[in-house]
Antibody
Framework: EVQLVESGGGVVRPGGSLRLSCTAS????????MSWVRQVPGKGLEWVSG????????NFADSVKGRFTISRDNAKNTLYLQMSNLGVEDTALYHC??????????????WGQGVLVTVSS | DIQMTQSPSSLSASVGDRITITCRAS??????LNWYQQKPGKAPKLLIY???TLQSGVPSRFSGSGSGTDFTLTISSLQPEDVATYYC?????????FGQGTKVEIK
């Protein structure tokens, strides 16, 4: 059974940093690209960042570019999101999601339950 | 960035009704369109990919159609367990933008 479990969330002050983790099980982790998607409580979904299977390529939403870094450790089956210079607008539930492809059509076929990040003074 | 616009934002229908949710892209995305269902307090769940391909295990009352800029998600016979928010998402280009969601309730 595919499982994605996020951790590392919490309350942080504006300007602070936090590192999220997503531990994967039930599939061959280094066969898949991965993404982070966030959701302000009660609001919609916003794709944040993605990384290829080997970490060789990453991309980011403009809203986090230059402040967030995505990485992975395939030996530990773990995806990371390093967040710095956090603002109140980054307060959200952060989900990790597995990227699957049908040809070159990308979709997110498994999601974690998410971890809450609250940026507040 | 490609903007995705869903309509309606919410709807209320009776059990057994046929309902349709529309998603419009700000430019052509060919068939790079996915649909997700999110129940309260749960992670999103993939329903449909490549505009019309049903994900394994998803009931056949769900269907998707469209290409280019206009897409629809249809539930042929609404069931109580379909109460959720539905999101479209484009994967034609980065960033992978989502629609704002359509909340479906039972009347």
């Amino acid at each position: 059974e595919v499982q994605l479990v996020e951790s590392g969330g919490g309350v942080v002050r504006p300007g602070g940093s936090l590192r999220l983790s997503c531990t994967a099980s039930g599939f061959t982790f280094d066969d898949y690209g991965m993404s982070w998607v966030r959701q302000v409580p009660g609001k919609g979904l916003e794709w944040v960042s993605g990384i290829t299977w080997n970490g060789g390529s990453t991309n980011f939403a403009d809203s986090v570019k230059g402040r967030f870094t995505i990485s992975r450790d395939n030996a530990k089956n773990t995806l990371y999101l390093q967040m710095s210079n956090l603002g109140v607008e980054d307060t959200a539930l952060y989900h990790c999601a597995r990227e699957e492809y049908f040809g070159d059509y990308l979709y997110f076929d498994y999601w974690g339950q998410g971890v809450l990040v609250t940026v507040s003074s | 960035d490609i903007q995705m616009t869903q309509s309606p934002s919410s709807l209320s229908a009776s059990v057994g009704d046929r309902i349709t949710i529309t998603c419009r892209a700000s430019q052509s995305i060919r068939s790079y369109l996915n649909w997700y269902q999110q129940k309260p307090g749960k992670a999103p769940k993939l329903l449909i990919y490549v505009a019309s391909t049903l994900q394994s295990g998803v009931p056949s009352r769900f269907s998707g159609s469209g290409s280019g800029t206009d897409f629809t998600l249809t539930i042929s016979s609404l069931q109580p367990e379909d109460v959720a928010t539905y999101y479209c998402q484009q994967s034609f280009s980065s960033p992978r933008t989502f629609g704002q969601g359509t909340k479906v309730e039972i009347k």
